[in-house]
């Protein structure tokens, strides 16, 4: 009877405060999203192996689970192409978003092949896009505009195959269309670089947009963590900065800013309260301590740099150590006050600490500033919808070259799996719609969500039997992409590309099918092993 109490308990506790049915925190600042993504970007210099990676945690449970790939199309002439706004929708079981469509653009006459996740991420030429809110001024915010961030993400990777291209696109058509979303930054990658895209409106009542772009140099990683990173520009550096040409006139016309005032920082004349955010600033510290230690740079800090030369070259094994961070060894550990002395005597995290659910900032563990933006958040969240980690190779032919490392939930109990961005299809789990319909064993995100909440019951012990299994495959899937990718070059021909696409769509799907069978292995073992501990 004991045993099915503290079941009963345990199901409560896991559903009530799951990530699939907790209801987010709305913004509680300047049209902001303080828990919301994170972005590094890494130049092919600073890489282990010259590849250019940008990168994204979707941390939102409203948006999509589902993701599929769009193949590339030709359109009529004088075809339009329709744009949508994002509205929060509570009409259905789980908090989501919805889009109504509010306009139409034209149309291209070619259309390039993406991976399309709620963000489309990457293109078949291997134009790959991150993503992070930063909010900016609310009164900037226009529901005159046509575009917004899903959109802009979508249109670049149809419709561009570097990153330039891509800025200049979205400079035009925005600013002849208009932006309709908060602060937001894209941080665009291709073969040759990567850049950070800053962009808010023109203000109520008024179409258009104001933005700016600033490349990451080769050497140099970067990050965004939902707070405006750039800060003095100089326009003249035509290879490094790229802008609107209203972003001085309407921070002038609003009085943000003026020549008297000394150099012009696009992050505080459009979006100062975003360096005021620990839920961003210490994000931007911890990824820069990890990949820069010796910079000894101060946590404490309203500004960083806006990029930095690593210590080391940066591999895929380490960004993913990067973004399944909790602060662990720092002072500001989320369960630093939660430890127990074992039956050796020893001081260890208690079985029950757990960083990652929506109590995690409440006093008894003394966080900083409580939650909000004004409090702490760590990189690993407990609201990831999926995380990219995107690969661009100029060495190889692009339906090669191009990889993003997909993660589903939670990359803290997660695992990334290649999907190339020439791949044809993905496994009916990664397709098939999850949250917004509630839970089903037919959704790879569930099979995710489902082990990621189970494992935050008891993370001091669970995580270990987590991280055992995906540990391990993480790590053979980065010693086997050489390989494949060898056989896939072997039977490549860039006339008749179709041998070396069908190798690699197989092996994306393999590993994707494989990975969520495991997921819900994982989930029963864990259920079965702590039972009586429930």
Request: with cysteine; glycine share 8%; proline share 5%.
């Amino acid at each position: 009877m004991k045993t099915k109490i503290y079941q009963l308990v345990f199901l409560l506790s896991a559903f009530l405060f799951s990530p699939g049915l907790q209801a987010q925190d709305l913004p509680d600042w300047e049209g902001g999203f303080p828990d919301g993504c994170t972005s590094i970007t890494v130049g092919k210099k600073a890489s282990a192996d010259g590849s250019v990676f940008t990168s994204h945690t979707d941390d939102s449970h409203r948006t999509r689970s589902w993701m599929d790939i769009v193949p590339a199309k030709d359109h009529k002439p004088g075809s339009m192409t329709t744009m949508y706004k994002r509205m929060v929708d509570d009409s259905k079981a789980m908090t989501a978003y919805k889009h109504d469509p509010i306009g139409e653009i034209p149309q291209v006459d070619h259309t390039y092949a993406f991976v399309n996740t709620a963000y489309p991420c990457m293109n078949e030429h291997q134009l790959g896009v991150g993503e992070s809110t930063f909010g900016g001024r609310a009164e900037l915010q226009s529901d005159e505009g046509l575009i917004d961030c899903q959109r802009l993400c979508q249109l670049m990777v149809e419709r561009c195959t570097t990153a330039r291209e891509a800025i200049k696109m979205a400079g035009e058509l925005t600013g002849k269309y208009g932006w309709n979303d908060s602060g937001e930054v894209l941080t665009i990658a291709d073969k040759n670089e990567v850049w950070h895209f800053e962009i808010v409106g023109p203000g109520k009542g008024k179409t258009g947009s104001v933005w700016v772009a600033q490349r990451v140099p080769d050497d140099h990683v970067a990050v965004n963590g939902n707070a405006s990173t750039i800060k003095e520009i100089d326009l003249s550096q035509e290879d490094y900065f790229m802008a609107s040409e209203n972003i001085y006139s309407i921070a002038e016309e609003n009085g943000w800013w003026n020549k008297d005032d000394g150099p012009f920082s696009f992050c505080y004349a459009y979006a100062p309260d975003s360096r005021k955010s620990l839920a961003g600033r210490r994000r931007e510290w911890r990824v820069f301590d990890l990949l820069a230690p010796s910079l000894k740079l101060d946590p404490w800090s309203e500004n960083y740099p806006f990029s930095v030369k690593p210590d080391e070259p940066v591999t895929k094994a380490k960004l993913v150590t990067v973004f399944q961070d909790y602060y662990e060894g720092t002072d500001f550990n989320m369960i630093k006050d939660l430890t127990v002395s074992n039956e050796e005597g020893k001081t260890v995290i208690s079985p029950l600490a757990n960083p990652h659910m929506p109590y995690d900032e409440n006093k008894l563990f003394k966080i900083n500033g409580g939650w909000g933006w004004r409090g702490e958040r760590t990189i690993a969240r407990w609201y990831t919808m999926y995380a990219t980690i995107i690969q661009c190779r100029d060495w190889l032919p692009d339906e090669i070259g191009g990889v993003v490392w997909l993660a589903q939930d939670n990359v803290a109990t997660s695992i990334y799996i290649p999907v190339y961005c020439s791949v044809t299809d993905l496994p009916e789990s990664y397709k098939t719609p999850g949250r917004v319909k509630g839970y089903t064993n037919q959704s790879a995100w569930w099979a995710f969500n489902r082990l990621g909440t189970l494992t935050a019951q008891r993370w001091g012990e669970m995580r270990y039997d987590v991280t055992e299994v995906w540990s391990a495959w993480q790590q053979e899937l980065f010693t086997n992409q050489e390989k494949i990718e060898k056989a896939a070059m072997e039977v490549y021909n860039p006339k008749k590309p179709e041998k070396a696409v069908s190798l690699l769509t197989n092996y994306t799907m393999s590993w994707g099918e494989k990975v969520v069978s495991k997921a819900w292995e994982l989930g029963d073992f864990l259920w079965t092993k702590y039972d009586e501990k429930f």
